[in-house]
T-cell receptor, first 111, second 114 residues
C-alpha cells in the first residue's frame, strides 16, 4: 500500500521568503507525482505534474522536483506572496495502486 | 473546456434522507474518480470508473453508498440512508491517461447531514 507524507503540516512565513514543501512516498514505483493547491472551500487546482522520466518541473515561481529512488518530491516556492496562502497537496500516481494523496501542508504567508 | 462540474455545491439534509451527488467529467476523459475529504482522514478514494465501468470500489465505506456512471459524461454518488458521519466534502475528478494520469478536480459538494 502506498503511503504519502507531507512535511511540515503547517507553515507560517513572512512575505518574500523562499519556501520548500516536502512530500515523501513509500513505494518508489510511481509513474507521476502531482502537486495541487487547495483554497478554503474550493477544489484542488493542479499546479505541476512531474512524470517519472523527469526530475523537475517549473511554472512561474514554482519548481517541483522528483527523486523516485529516495521516495521524495519537493515543491519550491520562490519569493512567497500572501496570495500563495493555501493548502498544498501532493499525490503519487500510478504503479500498482490508486492515486494516493498526502494530508497537505497548510501555508500562510503574511504581509 | 468547462472542467469537471459537480452539483450541488452544498447540501444540507437530515439523517435518513437520500442524497445524490452529480458529476460531469471533462469531455474525452475516460477515468472518473470519487473522493471524500474530511479533516480526520484527508482525501480518500471511494470508487473509480474506466470507460463507465466501476474498477475499484473498495473505498466505498458501506452498502449505503453507491455510484453509477450511465454514460461518459455523467456520474452519480448516492447515499441512502444518510448519517451524520457522512458529512464531508465529496470531490469528483477525471483523468485522460488512467490512474497515473494528471487528475482534474471539480469544486466539490459539501454535504452536511443533521
Amino acid at each position: 500500500k502506498q503511503e504519502v507524507t507531507q512535511i511540515p503540516a503547517a507553515l507560517s512565513v513572512p512575505e518574500g521568503e523562499n519556501l520548500v514543501l516536502n512530500c515523501s512516498f513509500t513505494d518508489s514505483a510511481i509513474y507521476n507525482l502531482q502537486w495541487f493547491r487547495q483554497d478554503p472551500g474550493k477544489g484542488l487546482t493542479s499546479l505541476l505534474l512531474i512524470q517519472s522520466s523527469q526530475r523537475e518541473q517549473t511554472s512561474g515561481r514554482l519548481n517541483a522536483s522528483l527523486d523516485k529512488s529516495s521516495g521524495r518530491s519537493t515543491l519550491y516556492i520562490a519569493a512567497s506572496q500572501p496570495g500563495d496562502s493555501a493548502t498544498y497537496l501532493c499525490a503519487a500516481l500510478g504503479g500498482s495502486y490508486i492515486p494516493t494523496f498526502g494530508r497537505g501542508t497548510s501555508l500562510i504567508v503574511h504581509p | 473546456d468547462a472542467g469537471v462540474i459537480q452539483s450541488p455545491r452544498h447540501e444540507v439534509t437530515e439523517m435518513g434522507q437520500e442524497v445524490t451527488l452529480r458529476c460531469k467529467p471533462i469531455s474525452g476523459h475516460d477515468y472518473l474518480f470519487w473522493y471524500r475529504q474530511t479533516m480526520m482522514r484527508g482525501l480518500e478514494l471511494l470508487i473509480y470508473f474506466n470507460n463507465n465501468v466501476p474498477i475499484d470500489d473498495s473505498g466505498m465505506p458501506e452498502d449505503r453508498f453507491s455510484a453509477k456512471m450511465p454514460n461518459a459524461s455523467f456520474s452519480t454518488l448516492k447515499i441512502q440512508p444518510s448519517e451524520p458521519r457522512d458529512s464531508a466534502v465529496y470531490f469528483c475528478a477525471s483523468s485522460l491517461k488512467g490512474i497515473a494520469g494528471e487528475l482534474f478536480f471539480g469544486e466539490g459538494s459539501r454535504l452536511t447531514v443533521l
